[in-house]
């Protein structure tokens, strides 16, 4: 028997060094799994700030570029009014027909759709 038992302990043994390899290996497999993981989160942390940068440069260069299609308001002067709109300055005290200055108080505004509510609109003739 001892023979027997002396066989099955040299049958035994690789198995046993079989199974510490395979848990060795399966500690440095776990291990170098749990690193790569460790090292893909920044990575990825890293891709979404690229990717918000990205869209946040897209905006902006967007906005500017829709700011210099638009036109400039500052300094443009508005269209003066058709004849179907009314204009107050026509019956104002301080109208002139003069080609220089037509009106005395707010020049700028003369015939105008800002001179539809003047402020200063005074009637020429006042009615009785």
Known sequence: MSTGLASSRHTLEPLRSNHRLTQAYT????????????????????????????????FFLLKFLRALKAEP??????????????????????????SYLKCAVRPTDVLTTRAIHCSDYCPRYKRV
């Open 73 to 98: 308001q500052i300094g443009k002067p508005e269209p003066p009014l058709t004849l179907f709109q009314k204009a107050p300055c026509l019956s104002c005290h301080y109208f002139a027909s003069n």
């Open 27 to 58: 500690q440095q497999a776990t291990a170098d799994a749990a690193e790569s993981v460790a090292n893909q989160i920044p990575a990825r942390n890293s891709e979404i700030w690229l990717l918000l940068a990205l869209i946040a440069f897209i």
